[in-house]
């Protein structure tokens, strides 16, 4: 799995820290859903990373800092 495309859903709840074990993912989007809590750090795992969308969720929080290392 490179893309996962969780955009537009109607998810809610937080965000699983288990995305993190999808470590071939390059693009992450899930945003515009009704997401709250804060971005677990458990996605800093994912190196490959390239492109992570949230917007328009109800995140809340700092950034976690092992996203500045991807």
């Not at 288990?18 to 945003?31: M, R, T």
């Amino acid at each position: 799995l490179v893309n996962l495309l969780l955009v537009d859903n109607k998810l809610n709840g937080t965000i699983p820290p288990e995305l993190g074990l999808l470590s071939s993912i390059s693009y992450l989007d899930i945003g515009q859903n009704d997401l709250v809590g804060p971005i677990p750090t458990e996605l800093g795992l994912l190196t490959n990373l390239v492109n992570l969308l949230l917007v328009d969720n109800k995140l809340n929080g700092t950034i976690p800092p092992e996203l500045g290392l991807l």
